[in-house]
């Protein structure tokens, strides 16, 4: 059965950083391809970054603009994202997500995503 958590999430103020955790288990964070999605207060869920499987291309949605870092630990099974330089617009719930495609557009969109975690809240005070 597979599983996501994360962790990390909290209240900070604009220009904090913070760093959000998922641990996954029944699968190996290696051997599949993994996201970060995030749903703010009345918007739609919408992509964050992502890492392909085994080499762990990255992308990123553009709104990131180098403020955001994905990353692996293959020995704790464990997906992070970094996060610098937070603004009031980045307050979302934060979703971990296994995808099951390779294109930048699959790893990019809620459709290619067969596990979600259940969220973690972050909330930046202007």
């Known amino acids: 059965q597979v599983q996501l958590v994360e962790s990390g999430g909290g209240v900070v103020q604009a220009g904090d950083s913070l760093r959000l955790s998922c641990v996954a288990s029944?699968?190996?964070?290696?051997?599949?391809?993994m996201a970060w999605f995030r749903q703010g207060p009345g918007k739609e869920r919408e992509f964050v970054a992502a890492?392909?499987?085994?080499?762990?291309?990255?992308y990123y949605a553009d709104f990131v603009q180098g403020r955001f870092t994905i990353a692996r630990d293959n020995a704790k099974n464990t997906l992070y994202l970094q996060m610098h330089d937070l603004k009031f617009e980045d307050t979302a719930t934060y979703y971990c997500?296994?995808?099951?495609?390779?294109?930048?557009?699959?790893?990019?969109?809620?459709?290619?995503?067969?596990?979600w975690g259940k969220g973690a809240l972050v909330t930046v005070s202007s």
């Open positions: 029944g699968l190996t964070v290696s051997n599949v391809a």
């Open positions: 890492g392909t499987r085994l080499h762990f291309t990255t």
């Open positions: 997500a296994t995808s099951g495609g390779s294109s930048r557009e699959t790893l990019t969109s809620v459709n290619g995503v067969n596990y």
